[in-house]
């Protein structure tokens, strides 16, 4: 099934915009190749018009603390931190062109946000209220009933505690607003049975389901000032903020220009909000929600994936497991550590463990001993003397050629697929599989061994051979371009692959080398090629 909205020639995608309270890891670091990914197979490999949107959550009490702890003032702080993230994103070479990097301090982003708020107080969804429960002042937290025991002190007193973390709760009144949060279940499962893709993995939807069938209740959508004193002010109400994650979802509008209606349409809804399991349901619930009240369009995807974990416990700033991307990526390279995050964590339905030796493994037998052992045979002196693809004939191929051209032409129908419905695992699979096959074809056919002395039907089967084993290694670099782009575009410029040749519509066998700036041999008229580069595609 086609999940992007395939309609329209633009394609927008983001990322959740992280919480500054601590610096980027490795999970973070993840979903935002994911949407790069995306967005570049959109932009390049499809030619829509694509937006990236990500940045940094940077209100609420956590980030005051933070701030205080180091102290620096709030904005002083989120400036740095977020600048980290900034830094990644260009480190890991997601940039893709248009590229907005959203920042809740903005003032850009509070003006999104205060419209929403008004939008929906203008549909009557807002309501003050009092806000009641168990609050814990040094957790600065509210506990529900079921996470608060009771025990009896060292001075034989009988008191409430917070289960969790043993702090001392007290039954707590506050003013607060109230977004009819409650309205909407029936309208969410209904979205949901009319767009059943809408939450992808599949089992994550269920999850949502389940949640929805219980019914919802009305959400506090603000906290007083005095106890939450970083946060962007309740219209109207100095004495309240918005509670956080309103104030985050919102920048998804930000990003897309809202609330300047003209530059909205052109890429909102978003074709996908990319998120972690651990926040589906602000995502999946909350938001869809508020944009029903607000009239707005909803997304049409939310693709929660899975963890990763450091030795079996998830990756997290609290936890200080996280595996530090810059380092990795300095030391193994871009592209590297952006195949490896896609390769072992292909399957986003689950969790993944990170293995540096896992990611050696994934460079040694896929990149170096697939794609780069293929680029350096076919154009090595011994097989391809002249340095030039051959053209062969797809309809007049030598029978032992057949079952390699049919997965050429296989794997991009698959890829497409499989990449449209995130199973970047499987998507790899293709290329890599076709590729391995062109290996084993080659050995096969052993043409280094007929070519210095090939003529009449050896010589026309050794350029049929080098010719298509050439053509898969093509369009391996043109379905590659999204996933490690830097070097699927030093391969394509060693192939001499013209840039207006590298969309998908070229990525299918005897589709390249038709460029009229192309060079060819004098002799045999064949696409000459660039000389291999020293050290090889990707060196040992
Ligand atoms: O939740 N594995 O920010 P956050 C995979 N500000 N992905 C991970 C991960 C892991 N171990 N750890 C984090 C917030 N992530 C809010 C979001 S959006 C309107 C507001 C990724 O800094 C994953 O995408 O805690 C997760 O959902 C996100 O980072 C959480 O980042």
Redesign the pocket.
Known sequence: SQTFNSESNTFYAT?????VNAAP?L??L??SIIVDTLVRFNRHLKGRDSLMATGT?EHGLKVHQAALASGETPLAFCDRVSDKFRHLAKAANVSAENMVFIRTSSAQHASAVKSLWEKLVSKGLIYRDQYEGWYATSDEAFYSPEEVSEITNSSGISEHIASATGSKVHWTSEPTYRFRLSKFSAPLLEWLEKNPDAIQPETRKNEVIRYLEDGLEDLSVSRPISRVPWGLPVPGDDSQVIYV?VD??C??LTAAGYPETQTLSQFYPADVH???K??LR??AVYWPAILMGAGLPLPHQILA?????SEGA????SKGN?VEPLGLLEKYGIDTVRYYLLRDGGNTSDDHDFSELELQVKYKKELMGTIGNLASRLTSKALNPSLTAPTYLPDKLHPSSLKTYQSMEEQTLQFVKYLETYQFGKALDEIMNTLFQVNQYLQEQEPWKQAPRGDGEDKALCAEVLGLSLDSLRIAGILLQPIIPTKASVLLSQLNIDVDERSLPFAYPCLGWKHSKQKYHPDSGFPLLSPPISGGLFPK
């Not at 990322?15 to 919480?19: C, L």
């Open positions: 990322t959740p915009i992280y919480y890891h999970g973070h993840y979903s959550d994650w985050a979802l920048n998804y990319v998120v972690g651990d926040i602000f995502h994936h899975g963890h990763w974990t998830k990756m997290s700033k996280g």
